[in-house]
Structure formats: C-alpha cells, structure tokens
C-alpha cells in the first residue's frame, strides 16, 4: 500500500518528536544569551549615541558624559555578572535551572526599561545600576543555559544545540548593531525589552530539567520532564486502567534508570565542600581547562572588539560608515556562528578551538601592523594607507568568523559537558564568574592599554592570546564528540570512556 506524504510527513514529525521538544527548550534557554547580546552591544552603539559622536547630536542636556562614566557605564556589565555568578550555583541547586532562567530575563526586562527612562532624569548613576543590573541577569544566564541544555538533550544533538547559546548571542548583537544605527540610546533601550518579554513567556512552557528533579526527589515531575522531552506521551486513563498512548523506548527507559541511579549516588555521597573538593583529580582537571579555556576566550579581545567596534572604526579613520563597518562584522559573526553549529558535533572540540585560535592571531596581527604603520598622520604614507584602508574592517570580518567557529561557542559547551555531575552547579558558577572577570579586566583596561602601547600594541597582545588558546585547546582539551556525560567523567577518574550515541 502506497503511502501518501501527508501520511509519511506525519510519521516522521511523529518518530522525531523528541528532537522537537529537545530543540524548543533549547531554544528558550538560548534566547537568555540573545538578550545577553543585546546587553553586550549595547554599549557599542548607546555610547556614541549619549555622547554625540556617532554624527548625531548629544541626546543628554548636560552634554557628553565625564570619560570615567563612560568607562563604568561600559564595564558595570561584566562586574555586576562576577557576583551573581558566585551564588548562580546555589541558586540553580535550590530553585533549580527552569526558576533561574525566568528570574534572569525578569530583571533582564526591568534592567532594560529603567536604562530607557534614564532619558527623563539623566541621572549617571541610575545608569550604571542599570547596566549592573543587566550583569546581574548574566551571570546567572551564562551556566543555567548551558547546564539545562546539556541535561536535557540527548548526546546525537548535544553538540548542534549546545551551540545555540553562542548563535543566539550573536543575533543579540547584530540586531542592537542594526537598530542602534538609526535609533538613539533610550529608544533603542526600549526596543530590547522586546526579547526578554517573550523570552519570560516562551520559558513557562518548557519543562525543568529532569536531572535537577530527581537530585532532589521530585519523581514523578523529572518522569513526565523526561517523557515530554523524548516525544512520549502521558499514560491516558480509561475505565479505570491506565495505557499509555505512546510506548516508551529503551532510551527512555536507560535515562530513567541512569537518572535513579544518580539519585541515590547522591543520598549516599553528597557533593563534598568546594575546596575538598578541588584535591580530586577529577574535579580541579576539568575546572583548570575550563577556566583556562575561558582566559583565552576573554583575552582574544573579543568582548573589548563588540562593546566598541564603533570607536576602533573611529580610530581608524577609514572613509566607510562606521555604523556600516559595525553592522557587517555583527552580519558576519551571526553568519559563521551560525554555521559552525553545523559542524562541532561533525569537526570535534578541539579542532575547532584550534583553528579558531589561529585565524584569530593572524586577524589580530594584521589590524594591529596598520593600526603601527599609520599611527602619526604626519609621517604615515597616504597613498599606502589609502591603498590599505580596506584591512581593519576585513581584520574585524575574518576575526569574527574565526572566533565564532571555536571560541564563540566551544567553551560554554565544555562548560556543560566536563565538570562533574555532583559539582556542576558550584563549578558552573564558579568558572562562568571568573570569565566575566576577565571581560570586566578586558573592558575596563582597553581604553588604558590603547592609550599606553597604542591600538597596534592592544591587538598584538590580543594575537599572542589568540593563537595560544588555540594551542592549548588542541593539546590539553580531550574531546568530548559523542560522549555521553557520564563517559566524559569517566575520563577524569582515569577509565577510558567507551564510543558511545547512547542517550544523557
């Protein structure tokens, strides 16, 4: 019997239904990280526009703002996210990962409304609380997006939407890029409020995540959360019995049963302190990779290059609008964000890191040797520089796609996917808060070092850490490809872990 594709395109929405349900919570929790994007561009675009140099006038009625308010205005970001990032792990453990994501986009919506109406009373410091706010929300974002999707996908698409953060992020910021070129501070303000709002309600309908539920002895919800996300629908019953309406696979079942296991594991051995803690080999490995993952990212420059790509344009000096610039490289991150999702479960980990590294280093070099050879209008040759006037906004393109196919979204899904499973939420927190002080030690000495050594200087350093980083990750980074969570432990203790497309 023939069959019609009505009837054969059922079937298979119906026999993938979990990648569906998987790929909607992913997608809501990535949606955290595209407001993140918004909070990290921002600035960007809402500097030159308070302070009259993006070719529009002063929006404030006092004038440009003092350089050093700027400065916090810039940086309150990642400092406000250094300590909410200290107590995100309690708060993911105590209220779990679902409650920790709502409350993040919550104050997220309120931050953004309060930097909006900061137009009406131009107060400085109602600003800066605002941006700080903003931080707030990051620092919990950062590991409750990255731990709830790794608990509730399944090791096959682990990699594809453990990714998603980094994509998301990247259309946060193209956008804020995009709107912030034909709209002032405050209306841009109010404009961002947009995703959060629909993020606070898209999250309501996504399930908590199953490993969090048993961890602390809610049964039955981690069993329908772990139903819901593997397409298998709730038993119906009738005339008293009980059916279900869909049989559960063996995958389900394993996860069940894996998810019992870890319960009672952690009755019988809780999480020892911190610093206990840290003298298992299998606990401080993974935590130094990923913290030192997580100083190459920040020191690559990357933060330092989206908070103010419009000011390195500036200095540039280059005929192109520098709007324009700004929007392309924004265009063209979201772009090889984007696509690199297509290939870490396909390329691994750490050829990605690798390769990322280095096209990184070589961007950076290349913007920093025209940035030194033009340096003093009086004594640079006009006709090369005219002639070279096309390498920062290429620099800044091929930079871009470099460090969105490893670094953009690599290490968050490390993040994810090493630290072990009794210590993920306090080592979570603890390695996201420490990358947030290096965007903060990175944003809040740009202008200082730019100033000292010069803008060639600034990028040469951002080069050496570049293409370090991707050195490290190849040799010191095991790869994760395929492995489910618990082989990836394995690792640590020191047993081998066995190929594997087994279920979380």
Same mark, same amino acid.
């Given at each position: 019997?023939?069959?019609?594709?009505?009837?054969?395109?059922?079937? +298979?929405?119906?026999?993938?239904?979990?990648?569906?349900?998987?790929?909607?919570?992913?997608?809501?929790?990535?949606?955290?990280?595209?407001?993140?994007?918004?909070?990290?561009? +921002?600035?960007?675009?809402g500097i030159p526009s308070i302070q009259g140099k993006d070719g529009r006038n002063a929006t404030l009625s006092q004038g440009p703002l003092p350089v050093e308010v700027v400065s916090w205005i810039t940086s309150a970001v990642p400092l406000g996210a250094i300590f909410s990032a200290l107590i995100a792990g309690f708060v993911l453990q105590k209220y779990g990962r679902k409650v920790t994501l709502l409350a993040s986009v919550a104050v997220?919506?309120?931050?953004?409304? /309060?930097?909006?109406?900061?137009?009406?009373?131009?107060?400085?410091?109602?600003?800066?609380?605002?941006?700080?706010?903003?931080?707030?929300?990051?620092?919990?974002?950062?590991?409750?997006? #990255?731990?709830?999707?790794?608990?509730?996908?399944?090791?096959?698409?682990?990699?594809?939407?453990?990714?998603? @953060?980094?994509?998301? =992020?990247?259309?946060?910021?193209?956008?804020?890029?995009?709107?912030?070129?034909?709209?002032?501070?405050?209306?841009?303000?109010?404009?961002?409020?947009?995703?959060?709002?629909?993020?606070?309600?898209?999250?309501?309908?996504?399930?908590?995540?199953?490993? +969090?539920?048993?961890?602390?002895?809610?049964?039955?919800?981690?069993?329908?959360?772990?139903?819901?996300?593997?397409?298998?629908?709730?038993?119906?019953?009738?005339?008293?019995?009980?059916?279900?309406?869909?049989?559960?696979?063996?995958?389900?079942?394993?996860?069940?049963?894996?998810?019992?296991?870890?319960?009672?594991?952690?009755?019988?051995?809780?999480?020892?302190?911190?610093?206990?803690?840290?003298?298992?080999?299998?606990?401080?490995?993974? !935590?130094?990779?990923?913290?030192? /993952?997580?100083?190459?990212?920040?020191?690559?420059?990357?933060?330092?290059?989206?908070?103010?790509?419009?000011?390195?344009?500036?200095?540039?000096?280059? #005929?192109?609008?520098?709007?324009?610039?700004?929007?392309?490289?924004?265009?063209?991150?979201?772009?090889?964000?984007?696509?690199?999702?297509?290939?870490?479960?396909?390329?691994?980990?750490?050829?990605?890191? $690798?390769?990322?590294?280095?096209?990184?280093?070589?961007? =950076?070099?290349?913007?920093?040797?025209?940035? !030194?050879?033009?340096?003093? @209008?009086? #004594?640079?040759?006009?006709?090369?520089?005219?002639?070279?006037?096309?390498? @920062?906004? /290429?620099?800044?393109?091929?930079?871009?796609?470099?460090?969105?196919?490893?670094?953009?979204?690599?290490? !968050?899904?490390?993040?994810?996917?090493?630290?072990?499973?009794?210590?993920?939420?306090?080592?979570?927190?603890?390695?996201?808060?420490?990358?947030?002080?290096?965007?903060?030690?990175?944003?809040?000495? $740009?202008? #200082?070092?730019?100033?000292?050594?010069?803008?060639?200087?600034?990028? +040469?350093?951002?080069?050496?850490?570049?293409?370090?980083?991707?050195?490290?990750?190849?040799?010191?980074?095991?790869?994760?490809?395929?492995?489910?969570?618990?082989?990836?432990?394995?690792?640590?203790?020191?047993?081998?872990?066995?190929?594997?497309?087994?279920?979380?």
């Open positions: 019997m023939k069959t019609s594709p009505q009837t054969a395109i059922t079937a +298979w929405i119906k026999a993938n239904k979990k990648y569906f349900h998987q790929g909607y919570a992913a997608v809501m929790a990535s949606f955290t990280y595209f407001a993140m994007g918004e909070i990290r561009s +921002w600035s960007s675009s997220t919506l309120v931050a953004f409304v /309060v930097l909006a109406t900061s137009k009406i009373h131009e107060i400085p410091a109602v600003m800066i609380a605002a941006r700080a706010m903003m931080g707030i929300t990051v620092g919990f974002s950062m590991p409750s997006a #990255t731990i709830y999707i790794a608990e509730c996908t399944d090791p096959k698409i682990r990699g594809l939407l453990g990714s998603l @953060p980094a994509v998301f =992020m990247a259309f946060g910021i193209s956008f804020v890029y995009l709107m912030g070129a034909f709209m002032p501070w405050h209306i841009l303000s109010y404009v961002c409020t947009a995703v959060p709002l629909f993020t606070l309600i898209g999250i309501i309908f996504s399930p908590e995540s199953p490993v +969090w539920l048993v961890a602390n002895g809610k049964i039955k919800e981690a069993d329908r959360a772990s139903n819901w996300l593997n397409g298998i629908e709730e038993p119906i019953v009738k005339n008293g019995h009980a059916t279900l309406a869909a049989r559960k696979s063996q995958a389900v079942e394993e996860l069940l049963a894996k998810a019992k296991e870890a319960e009672a594991q952690a009755q019988a051995s809780p999480p020892p302190p911190f610093f206990t803690a840290l003298r298992s080999k299998q606990v401080w490995h993974p !935590f130094v990779l990923c913290l030192a /993952v997580m100083v190459f990212q920040q020191w690559s420059g990357v933060n330092a290059i989206i908070f103010n790509t419009v000011t390195i344009f500036n200095a540039a000096n280059v #005929t192109i609008d520098m709007h324009l610039a700004t929007n392309i490289v924004g265009a063209v991150q979201l772009f090889a964000t984007f696509m690199s999702i297509l290939v870490v479960d396909k390329a691994g980990r750490r050829i990605l890191l $690798f390769l990322s590294g280095i096209v990184m280093s070589m961007s =950076m070099a290349a913007i920093g040797a025209f940035f !030194f050879l033009f340096s003093d @209008p009086e #004594t640079a040759d006009a006709e090369l520089r005219s002639k070279l006037e096309w390498l @920062p906004l /290429v620099s800044l393109i091929v930079y871009m796609i470099g460090y969105s196919i490893g670094f953009a979204c690599v290490p !968050f899904l490390l993040l994810g996917e090493m630290l072990p499973a009794r210590m993920r939420n306090l080592l979570g927190a603890a390695v996201s808060s420490f990358n947030l002080a290096m965007t903060f030690l990175v944003l809040k000495f $740009f202008t #200082t070092i730019y100033l000292s050594i010069g803008f060639h200087g600034l990028f +040469w350093i951002y080069a050496v850490f570049s293409l370090a980083g991707g050195i490290f990750g190849y040799i010191f980074i095991p790869e994760t490809k395929g492995k489910t969570l618990k082989e990836i432990e394995a690792h640590f203790v020191g047993n081998a872990p066995v190929e594997s497309q087994g279920t979380v």
